[in-house]
Each structure stands twice: as C-alpha cells, then as structure tokens.
C-alpha cells in the first residue's frame, strides 16, 4: 500500500497511468462531501476516471449501498469497484482468505494485500467511502484537494498507483462471468 503521497514528474504537471484510491469516512453522511469535491475535479478536468462509486453503510445493514458516479466498462451492470466492494464488505469467516488470495493474483499490479486489508478494516457499517479508478490526474489541481482531505480527521485514504495490466486483471477478478 502507497501513502497518499503524490509527486509530480519532471516533465508534466499530468500522471498518465491508472490508479486506485479508497477514501473512507467515519459516518455514513461523509462521502457526500468528498463526492462533491471529486465531481468538481471531474468537471474541471483534473481527473480522467475510469470508474467511481460512491459507498454508503448504515448501521444495522448488513452491507453496504454502492452508487455509480461514473463507469466506463464492457458489458451493462459490470463493475470492477461494485465487486471490490462486496468482496471488502464480505464479514463470513472465509473473508479474510479471499481478501489474501485476490492480493496473490494481483501481486505485482500495485495492489497488495496490506492495502485490502486496510480498506476492509475500515469499511464497516455506519461508514461511507468513495472509491476512484483513474487513467490520468493532473497533479497540480488534485493534491491540494487530496491534501485537505487527508487532513480532515475521521477519513482514513488508501491508494495505490496500478501498473497499465492491473485494469484487466481486476475486471478478470472482481466482475462475475456471464454465461
């Protein structure tokens, strides 16, 4: 797992490569606000996103609400956080191993398993997270915002920079097989 720390290259004010990046807030309000401040980025053209979902769990509910922000995948209904989600939710007994065995079949691609783990010990009910899979950011605009919301108590931030494989293997893994 990457500390949210992100540096510009020498050449660019724009990192073209595909990343993951999990905010998860202590209520189940608290991704809203992070939501705002991620379609802005959108609108201003900071971030190229992939797919984007934003996550609610109420206390009580035995998993949590997963809404699309924004998707570009193959088939209508597939989706690679939608799965990642359920699978970081899952509480049976077994969770933990396919948490370990999914961070196997991904070694290598900038996931790990300490970055599963991590996300799925803070994604409980009465939570929010906001999940973001993106091809391109432009790092002048969004480390300010990612700054302050790494500051703000009650969010915990995970992210991981993806290698230009991991986007196919993650679909592989995490979107059922139809047929």
Do not use: C
């Not at 009465?126 to 969010?155: F, K, M, Q, W, Y």
């Amino acid at each position: 797992m990457q500390v949210a720390e992100i540096g510009a290259s020498s050449d660019s004010n724009w990192r073209s490569a595909p990343s993951l990046t999990i905010w998860v807030y202590d209520s189940p309000l608290g991704a809203a606000a992070g939501e705002v401040r991620f379609k802005d980025l959108v609108r201003r053209g900071a971030v190229i996103v992939i797919e984007a979902v934003a996550v609610t769990w109420i206390r009580g509910s035995h998993r949590p609400h997963i809404g699309h922000l924004r998707r570009r995948s193959p088939s209508p209904g597939a989706s690679v956080l939608s799965g990642l989600v359920a699978l970081l939710a899952e509480r049976s007994p077994h969770a933990g191993q396919r948490i370990a065995a999914l961070a196997a079949r991904l070694q290598g691609t900038g996931i790990d398993h300490e970055l599963l783990a991590e996300a799925r010990r803070v994604l409980a009910p009465g939570t929010s997270a906001l999940l973001v899979l993106a091809s391109d950011v432009n790092l002048d605009v969004v480390r300010p915002i990612v700054e302050h919301g790494r500051a703000r108590r009650g969010v915990v931030m995970v992210h991981a920079d993806l290698t230009s494989d991991a986007l196919e293997l993650l679909r592989r893994e995490l979107i059922p097989q139809i047929g």
